[in-house]
C-alpha cells in the first residue's frame, strides 16, 4: 500500500497510540479502534471520515456493548491497511507499555503537532481547576477556571518521544512519573501543560477535534468557568444556556 506520509496520517498513528489495538494471531488481523461512548460524534464526524478518505474504504462506527465502547474494526479483507499500521511500529498485541511514535514523525515539527493532536484527541483530557488555598479571590477558589491540559502514559518510549515533541514545539509542561503502590503495575509518565497561555498555544498550533474535550473550552470561553464532572449532554446544554454551570457549585462565586 502506497500511502503519502502525511499530517492525515501523523494524526491516524496518534488516534492508533491512543485508542488503537492491532491484533494478528495467525488466524485473524485485526485494527480495532474505539472509545468511550460518548465519543460516538467525533468518531462518526471527525475519525472514521478520516480513515475513509485517506484509506479509501467505508468504515461504519459500531457500539461494542460488552466493553462499553464505540467505534470501528478493520480486519481481513482491507489486511493492507492493518500492514501499512504495523510497517509504520505499531506492533501487534498489546501495546501500551511499549508504544512510541513513529520516527518519520520526530523528523518533522509539522507532522509532530498532527500527531500530538490524535493523540490528544483520544487519551488526553483538557480540565479546569481551582484554587483551594492561598489568597485568590472566591471566584478562583470555588469556580474550575485555571486550564490543564493533561495525558499520561506507562510507555517509557511515548513519554520520551512525547518529551521531545513538547520541547520541539516550545510548550511549557511539567512532567511526572507516578509510582504505583503494587508492585505489579507500570510507571506511569504524565504531563501536565497548564495556564491560559498554553491553551491559547495549544488551539491555534495543536487544537482540537474531538467535540467532548472542546466542550469544555466552549463552557470556560462563555463563563469563564467549567465545572467538572458533567456529561457531554449536560455541556452541550450549558453551551446553549438552557442549563445554569453554577448549579454544580454549592456557594456563590464571589
Known amino acids: 500500500m ?15 497510540a491512543g485508542d488503537g489495538y492491532l ?9 480495532d479502534i474505539s472509545g468511550s461512548f ?7 464526524k471527525h475519525m472514521i471520515p ?15 456493548q460488552a466493553r462499553g465502547t464505540y467505534g470501528f474494526v478493520i480486519r481481513n479483507s482491507n489486511f493492507e491497511i492493518i500492514e501499512f499500521i504495523h510497517t509504520l511500529g505499531f506492533p501487534y498485541g498489546n501495546k501500551t507499555a511499549i508504544v512510541k511514535v513513529p ?16 493523540y490528544f484527541d483520544t487519551d488526553g483530557s483538557l480540565s479546569f481547576a481551582r484554587r483551594k488555598s492561598g489568597s485568590y479571590i472566591r471566584f478562583k477558589k470555588t469556580r474550575n477556571y485555571y ?39 507500570n510507571l506511569k509518565y504524565s504531563f501536565n501543560i497548564n495556564g491560559l497561555k498554553n491553551l491559547k498555544k495549544w488551539l491555534s498550533l495543536i487544537g482540537i477535534n474531538n467535540p467532548i ?15 467538572v464532572k458533567t456529561t457531554y449532554q449536560q455541556r452541550l446544554k450549558i453551551i446553549n444556556g438552557s442549563l445554569d454551570p453554577n448549579m454544580f457549585y454549592k456557594g456563590p462565586m464571589r
Open 147 to 185: 486550564p490543564r491540559i493533561i495525558f499520561s502514559t506507562v510507555s517509557k518510549n511515548l513519554a520520551e518521544d512525547l518529551k521531545k515533541i513538547l520541547n520541539d514545539l516550545d510548550f511549557n509542561f511539567v512532567f511526572y512519573i507516578y509510582k504505583p503502590k503494587n508492585e505489579r503495575e
Open 38 to 44: 460518548e465519543e460516538k460524534e467525533y468518531y462518526d
Open 23 to 31: 491484533r494478528n494471531d495467525g488466524k485473524r488481523r485485526e485494527l
Open 50 to 64: 478520516l480513515f475513509n478518505k485517506v484509506f479509501s474504504v467505508q468504515i461504519k462506527g459500531r457500539f461494542f
Open 103 to 118: 520516527n518519520f514523525i520526530l523528523e518533522n515539527k509539522t507532522l509532530e503537532k498532527s500527531f500530538l493532536r490524535g
Open 2 to 16: 502506497k500511502i503519502k506520509l502525511d499530517n492525515r496520517i501523523a494524526e491516524i498513528c496518534g488516534i492508533h
Open 213 to 227: 474535550k472542546y466542550s469544555r473550552f466552549l463552557i470556560w470561553k462563555k463563563y469563564g468557568f467549567c465545572p
